[in-house]
């Protein structure tokens, strides 16, 4: 009996995918050496979102036949998805340098290229986002949707202590925190919305814009809830060993019905191709503004460096960032000197995905914060936060999701001593 692929089968609809899969997984053992079925059949499990399986498979079919085009495209998406965008890239410029890739076939795949190189760029800063899919007339897409609910030990991001000393002229005075401002735990609902759209212009430049949304509701501690909301563009123009990139971006945070935060960001930066890394270095510019305590208000301007690393299925990224935020008015404590670095880790795990995000970040006040706070002593605070999570397929575009995350911020000031930690559960969307 011959083995499925070998006669260059196209994919059934996605409502018989499933049935397919199942019936490809028996004939494992007969056709488990012929390279068309082992293309074929991670071709089916790509497209039912299982890229972890996928990839072994078409590793394995490129093993036995190195000039398989199809498998080495179907491997380039499994890669993507996985987060390793760097091998992926290389696999699509391989099967470009063929001279039998048909001209309509190789202007997609140079469209996903540029794409790739765009997201690469933006998924070091938003956790290696994936689920590309041609939007038509050119573009390229990226949506993900996720609702999870959990609980939450300090909504509120409140001091750590109950209790704080304050220095008065006649002495030291203990000041008993009112419950409202002390850390609420309870239970809450998290929905995360982000989507991306890259679309490739001529010398392998690219635009990319991308939207974020995050709300957070509780039923327990409705004054804590919040929406946070941000939107941006990026130009990618390609150079000699790398590429250079140049983007704009909005945010917002409304908390507790406030309009909080707002900020403008401008970014400038310039990457460079190596082996298993692409190291980068630029500028950030960005106005903060805090809309009910104007006298927060700053600019901040800085120098940013990192890396994006691919080790086989393991993808990290590493950006610091160091600056100084100009106070605007006559702010508690003056300017600031900033610095903060951020470490994400991705990698399969038992048929899912696992995603590791820690943050470091450091400030330094320039002048006393308030004579009642160790005698007008300058502000130093450090935080540092980790969140895991664990995203498993169960469906196609569909996955259950797990997180754990913890925060802890130490100041030489009580008043900014801040711990928390949180569970979520939920289902993530993505096409």
Partial sequence: RACPGDADERLPPADKLGALERELAQRTAECGSQPGYLAYHGA????????????????????????????????????????????????????????????????????????????RRQDALTGFSSWRKQAGTGWESAASLTFKVGRDTNLNSAPAHNVLTLTLPEGDALLLLADRFRPRAGSAALLDASGQLVRAAGGGAALQLYGEARVRESPTAAETNYHQLQAGGAWSQPLNSGSALFGAAASELVYGGNTLYRAVRFSASRDWQANHCHPSLGLEGEWRRYPVARELDGRFGGLSGGATCSFGADRLALRVRGGRDAAQTNRAGGDQSQIDARLVWARPLGGGRLRADLLWYHQQDSSGYSPLLENGAARRLDRASAYLEYAYPVAPGWSVVASVEGLAQRSNLALFDISGRAFYLGVRWTK
């Fill in 44 to 119: 089916v499990l790509n497209a039912l979102g299982r890229p972890g399986e996928a990839a072994a498979l078409l590793e394995q079919a490129l093993l036995l036949d190195p000039q398989r085009a199809g498998a080495q495209i179907e491997y380039a998406a499994a890669l993507a998805a996985l987060g390793d965008s760097a091998s992926a890239a290389t696999l699509l410029r391989d099967v470009l340098e063929r001279p039998d890739v048909p001209a309509a076939l190789r202007a997609q795949l140079e469209r996903r290229l540029n794409a790739i190189d765009v997201l």
